[in-house]
Every structure is written in structure tokens, then in C-alpha cells.
């Protein structure tokens, strides 16, 4: 698809289709990306017979947010038996203080929002960079390190209190 096309598009439908998408991600950010992975499809080709551009470019974008919840929810799972995991592990603490420290750690990675969870442990726990962490998560890699850098500020406002009573 040539450029003056893409931006007749992109100006005609761009607002509603952000607000199609968030009605499904129930967040802007990722209705953002989706709709900038629509416009890259859009740009890499279109199919030649197409009825209703606009009936087109919605089912482009309900096809996206179908995927994108998907893999959401794959994450989802995958977080939660972490997260259990974790939990039946402190059972064999025996240090009455390091049980108290990985409890309260545990609720605190709970508390925090699930991309920024996904992250911490992907890079503290599965050792990953940030270019692998982007890539497994299909995000740009400023996402992933701003993510981590967020979801460690707010474990460390958690876990002061109880760092600073252990010591």
C-alpha cells in the first residue's frame, strides 16, 4: 500500500479503531500498539477485493485483539502458577524471617500491575535481557527496561518496610 493511501486510512479510521481496541484491552497503551501492529500489516499489503474498507479494517482489528487476549491470557495462566509456586516454596523456610521476607515479597509481586510482574520475573528470576524479554513479549524494548525499572521502584517502596524491620 503506497504512503498517501495509508494516511487517507490511517485519518479517517485511526480514532475509531483506538477506541474499538480499547474496549477490549481496557488499556491504552495496548490499544495503541494494536492499532500500530494494524497499520503495519496494513502497510506490508492489503487483499485486492475488499467490500467495505471500514467492515475490513474492523475485523483487522478484532482479529488483533482476539490474538493479542489470547496470549494475554496465556500469560495470565502462566503468572498465576508462578505465583503459586512461590507460595508453596515458602512452606519450606525454616527461617521464621526469611518466611515473613518471601511472604510479604510474594504479596508485593502480586500487587504489582501484570506487565510489569511478567518483567521483574522474567529478568530476575529467568535471567533474560531485555532484547529477549521485548521479543517474548512482542513489546519495544524502552517498554520492557521502563517496565522493570517501574516494577523494581515500586517492590522497594513495598519491601522497605520490611527490610528495614529485619535489620
Known amino acids: 500500500m503506497n504512503k498517501p493511501e495509508l494516511e487517507r486510512i490511517y485519518d479517517a479510521h485511526a480514532s475509531g479503531l483506538f477506541h474499538y ?3 477490549f484491552t481496557k488499556n491504552e497503551a495496548d490499544a495503541r500498539d494494536l492499532l500500530q501492529e494494524l497499520f503495519i500489516k496494513l502497510a506490508r499489503g492489503t487483499p485486492q477485493e475488499m467490500r467495505s474498507e471500514k467492515a475490513f479494517l ?8 482476539i490474538d493479542w ?5 496465556t500469560r495470565w495462566d502462566s503468572e498465576e502458577r508462578l505465583l503459586r509456586e512461590v507460595e508453596d ?10 518466611l515473613a521476607l518471601a511472604r510479604c515479597f510474594a504479596q508485593a509481586m502480586k500487587s504489582l500491575p501484570a506487565e510489569q510482574r511478567t518483567i521483574v520475573q522474567l529478568k530476575l528470576w529467568d535471567g533474560l535481557t531485555f532484547e529477549e524479554i521485548a521479543e517474548a513479549q512482542k513489546i519495544p524494548l524502552n517498554t520492557a527496561a521502563s517496565r522493570y525499572r517501574y516494577g523494581l521502584d515500586k517492590l522497594r517502596t513495598l519491601l522497605r518496610p520490611i527490610y528495614e524491620e529485619l535489620q
Open 69 to 73: 487476549m489470547r496470549r494475554r491470557k
Open 58 to 65: 474492523y475485523r483487522l482489528a478484532h482479529n488483533l485483539a
Open 89 to 98: 516454596g515458602l512452606q519450606t523456610l525454616p527461617d521464621p524471617d526469611a
Open 21 to 23: 481496541l480499547v474496549t
